[in-house]
C-alpha cells in the first residue's frame, strides 16, 4: 500500500499498529466516498471543484480502544481528524475541511450484550440501525426508532443528531432511548456515563453529546432501551371536512394522552 498524504513514514505505521495494515487506507475511491455525505450541496461542489476537501487517510478501528488510541495520535501529532458513520448526514458536517484522518466506525458493529431481564442492549455504535432492529426483532424485541434514514445511518449518527423517528409520539427520541454512553473526548482520555438515564447523583453530562454531531466527541458505544415487539398492529383513518378541524382532532388526541405510535394528517393537495 502506498504510503503517502498527511502522515510521516513512522507515523503511518504507528496507525498501522493500531488498527492492522490493511484497515488505513488512502484508495482514491476511498477518498472520494468518504468526502461526501447525502446533501446534494457536497456533492455538487465535488464534481465541480477540483480542489475538493479530502483525508489523506481513512482508518477503521474496530472498538473503544483503538479510538482512543488513534485520537491521542492525533493530539501528539496535530493531526485533524472527523468521526464518520453511515454519511447519510444531509449537511456536510462530514466533510474532512482539513483534511487529516477520518475515522470510519463501521467496523464498530457488534451487539455486546442483550440484558433480556432489564430489557437494554449494548451496542457498538457504528452498527445500522436497521441491522441493530433486524438483530432484535429475531429476539422478539425492537428499539422502534425509524427515522428517514433508518437503512444506511448507524446508532452513533442518530445519537449524534438525536434523531427522531416516526414512531417517537409514543416511544420518543433516540435521546430517550439510551441508558448509556461510552465516548471518546477530544483529549484522548474516555467518558462513561451512569448505566441510568434518569438519576439524582448529579450532572449527567452524557446529554452533551445527543445532537452535538461528534463535535464534544466520538460516541463508541451505547446501552439502548429496548421493547417487546407488539402483538399486534392497528390503523385507522378518519375523514374530516377541512384541515382545521383535523389540527384540532389531533391536538385533543395528544392532550387526552391517547398516546398513538403514529398520527398523521393529510389535506388534499
Known amino acids: 500500500m502506498k504510503k503517502s498524504g498527511c502522515l510521516e513514514k513512522n507515523q503511518w505505521y504507528e496507525l498501522e499498529k493500531i488498527v492492522g495494515s490493511e484497515y488505513v487506507i488512502t484508495d482514491q475511491s476511498e477518498k472520494d466516498v468518504q468526502s461526501i455525505d447525502v446533501w446534494w450541496m457536497t456533492r455538487y461542489c465535488f464534481f465541480q471543484q477540483n480542489n475538493f476537501p479530502q483525508p489523506s487517510v ?32 444531509d449537511g456536510g458536517g462530514s466533510i474532512p475541511l482539513y483534511g487529516g484522518l477520518v475515522i470510519d466506525l463501521k467496523r464498530m458493529d457488534k451487539i455486546i450484550e442483550l440484558n ?17 432492529e433486524e438483530f432484535l426483532n429475531r429476539k422478539g424485541y425492537t428499539m422502534n426508532h425509524f427515522p428517514a434514514s433508518f437503512n444506511t445511518s448507524t446508532l452513533g449518527g442518530f445519537i449524534s443528531t438525536n434523531g427522531t ?5 409514543k416511544y420518543g ?53 429496548i421493547h417487546y415487539l407488539p402483538e399486534k ?4 383513518a378518519f375523514l374530516l371536512s377541512n384541515l382545521q378541524k383535523g389540527i384540532e382532532a389531533g391536538r385533543q388526541i395528544m392532550v387526552k394522552g391517547l398516546n398513538p405510535c403514529l398520527l398523521r394528517l393529510y389535506d388534499e393537495y
Do not use: W
Not at 477530544?186 to 450532572?203: A, D, E, Q, Y
Open 165 to 169: 423517528g416516526v414512531l417517537s409520539s
Open 116 to 132: 433480556e431481564h432489564s430489557l437494554t442492549v449494548r451496542v457498538q455504535t457504528g452498527i445500522l440501525q436497521k441491522h441493530l
Open 233 to 236: 398492529r392497528s390503523f385507522r
Open 58 to 89: 481513512i482508518v477503521f478501528p474496530e472498538n473503544t480502544q483503538q479510538v482512543k488510541k488513534i485520537v491521542q495520535f492525533c493530539l501528539i501529532n496535530k493531526i485533524p481528524y472527523l468521526a464518520r458513520g453511515g454519511g447519510a448526514g
Open 173 to 225: 427520541k433516540i435521546s430517550d432511548m439510551v441508558h448509556q454512553l461510552e465516548v471518546v473526548l477530544p483529549n484522548g482520555t474516555l467518558f462513561k456515563s451512569l448505566p441510568v438515564r434518569l438519576h439524582s447523583t448529579g450532572h449527567d453530562y452524557s446529554r452533551l453529546f445527543f445532537g452535538a454531531e461528534g463535535t464534544f466527541g466520538i460516541i463508541t458505544e451505547a446501552l439502548c432501551k
